[in-house]
């Protein structure tokens, strides 16, 4: 059994029940997140993969989904920094890179989003970064372990994203960006610029599924903690959510960013993921999710940027990736 595998207090139905009649209080919430700085930040960008309509993202999210709304709702203080859109200068960063599709524009897109993260983390706003596919996540994570070095990172995807250019199956950068975030090799040709990252350590996945080999040889090089889904049946999500926070953050010192891949979650959950042919009963349930989210909320402090190079408080930052 995992050395960090502990009973939670809430099992089971007991434990959605109590978790969800909180999620559904507008009161509760106001509570926990009064004063909450909240900079949403969207990243219009699909081209770290195939399938059309992931750009949509934030204007949905915004428009459709009633985002800001719905924070100032719960006592958030909301500001709107816009779309993330490349410079010309940022372009002049980057190369193309034969076996990374589209690298350029990638790497110019993540390196005006880590530019635009990083001095809203140094004025302790939480940063909501609205994809877009997952290759975004290395602009987020990047600009976030500048100011924080001693940043933790949450992944929940069906795929732990660990391919390199040379064993990539597709040559998307959607499906090396947890990899690209980590202090484990060069930085790929075109992204020379990415400095700052993770350290495999400091790096837990939730919910994987569906694994290349090339990524299972890292898993075993690296030893990232990761949990697949069968280990979120096995354990329930409560009782993974809490190892992950024990593992990141035994002194609770530690701030943590929480990336996810819209592809983890049940379709009833999210319908238009691009990831099909894939039975539901292998993501995360609607249930699941609702409670992940809360417990994410919940667990370790506060959930709002973090300060200063070693920052002193448990923060929590979101990303959000779209396949």
Not at 142 to 161: E, I
Not at 248 to 263: N, T
């Amino acid at each position: 059994a995992d050395p960090l595998f502990r009973s939670y207090p809430y099992r089971g139905a007991a434990m959605f029940h109590r978790l969800s009649g909180r999620i559904g209080s507008i009161a509760w919430h106001r509570r926990r997140l009064s004063r909450q700085i909240v900079s949403i930040v969207g990243v219009p960008f699909g081209k770290g993969q195939t399938k059309k309509g992931v750009e949509r993202g934030p204007t949905v999210l915004r428009e459709e989904g009633r985002l800001l709304e719905r924070l100032r709702e719960i006592g958030c203080e909301v500001f709107d920094v816009g779309d993330v859109l490349p410079t010309s200068d940022d372009r002049a960063l980057t190369r193309s890179n034969a076996r990374l599709t589209n690298a350029s524009e990638v790497s110019a897109t993540c390196y005006r989003l880590a530019e635009t993260v990083a001095p809203l983390a140094e004025n302790d706003h939480f940063s909501l970064v609205l994809g877009g596919d997952h290759s975004i996540s290395v602009g987020s994570i990047n600009g976030l372990v500048s100011v924080w070095n001693n940043l933790g990172v949450v992944w929940v995807d069906a795929h732990p994203d660990l391919n390199s250019p040379n064993d990539s199956p597709t040559g998307n950068a959607h499906g090396m960006s947890a990899l690209s975030s980590l202090k484990v090799l060069q930085s790929p040709h075109g992204f020379e610029w990415l400095k700052s990252k993770v350290l495999p350590n400091r790096l837990v996945q939730i919910g994987i599924r569906q694994i290349d080999p090339g990524e299972r040889r890292r898993l075993a090089e690296t030893n990232v903690k990761f949990f697949s889904m069968q280990d979120v049946d096995r354990y329930g999500i409560g009782k993974i959510m809490e190892m992950t926070m024990e593992y990141l953050q035994p002194s609770k010192d530690r701030p943590i960013h929480l990336s996810f891949d819209i592809d983890a979650f049940d379709p009833s959950v999210a319908p238009c993921t691009g990831t099909k042919g894939i039975s539901s009963r292998r993501r995360l349930s609607k249930k699941q999710t609702i409670v992940f989210f809360t417990l994410s909320r919940s667990s370790g402090r506060s959930v709002s940027p973090r300060r200063s190079v070693h920052r002193r408080d448990s923060r929590r930052h979101g990303s959000a990736g779209r396949n």
